[in-house]
């Protein structure tokens, strides 16, 4: 089974602070993306990756910034949070036609 | 502009009775479509997919249904269980791109 792995469940976090959300998958994919999920939104694409150090911005990247260091990991950053991206963060990884999402992780920006 | 559109943001069944989720696309370059799942505080996951080759996949309870000259396709779940109470999200993609694009969640209530 793929796993994927977001660090945090949940976090509070002051507008102006920076944010680390981290995302680690155990099955060699190739490609990562970040999604946000908002009440009668859907899930809108943030940031995704499809190699090491590679990154294609999505439909919302305002406000974000990635890392994709190792293959296994995929970071979205928040450089200085505020309060309309208050929202549950979901990563994925992607193989054959199908996306592999994590928990997701609930952040709050006071 | 929402390319991928569930216009029922809920939807309420009565438990052993068909639930009937719609989806409806805009982009008529989306060639492959899916369905996830998703219970509050956890990840989608996924359910069902098709290829625009066929207009029915089925797999078990959950049978999805696709038009694509009216571009619209449906989930059907028969019989329905509370445990399928969930948002379920309708996500298209085209030709070899790895992104989904995602519509905007119906929350599916099954009532015992």
């Known amino acids: 089974d793929v796993k994927v792995t977001q660090s945090s469940r949940y976090l509070v976090k002051r507008t102006g602070e920076k944010v680390f959300l981290e995302c680690v998958q155990d099955m060699d994919h190739e490609n990562m993306f970040w999604y946000r999920q908002d009440p009668g939104l859907g899930l809108r694409l943030i940031y995704f990756s499809y190699d090491v150090k590679m990154k294609e911005k999505g439909d919302i990247p305002e406000g974000y910034s990635v890392s994709r260091e190792k293959k296994e990991r995929f970071s979205l950053i928040l450089e200085s949070a505020s309060t309309n991206q208050t929202s549950m963060y979901l990563c994925?990884?992607?193989?054959?036609?199908?996306?592999?999402f994590g928990e997701g992780s609930r952040l709050t920006v006071l | 502009d929402q390319q991928v559109k569930q216009n029922s943001p809920s939807l309420s069944v009565q438990e052993g009775r068909i639930s009937i989720l719609n989806c409806d696309y805009t982009?008529?370059?989306?060639?492959?479509f899916l369905w996830y799942k998703k219970y509050p505080a956890e990840g989608p996951t996924f359910l069902i997919s098709i290829s625009s080759i066929k207009d029915k996949n089925e797999d078990g309870r959950f049978t999805v249904f696709l038009n694509k000259s009216a571009k619209h396709l449906s989930l059907h779940i028969v019989p329905s269980q509370p445990g399928d109470s969930a948002v379920y999200f309708c996500a298209a993609k085209s030709g070899s791109a790895r992104q989904l694009t995602f519509g905007s969640g119906t929350q599916l209530t099954v009532l015992p």
């Open positions: 994925a990884s992607y193989r054959a036609g199908e996306l592999f």
């Open positions: 982009n008529s370059m989306f060639d492959y």
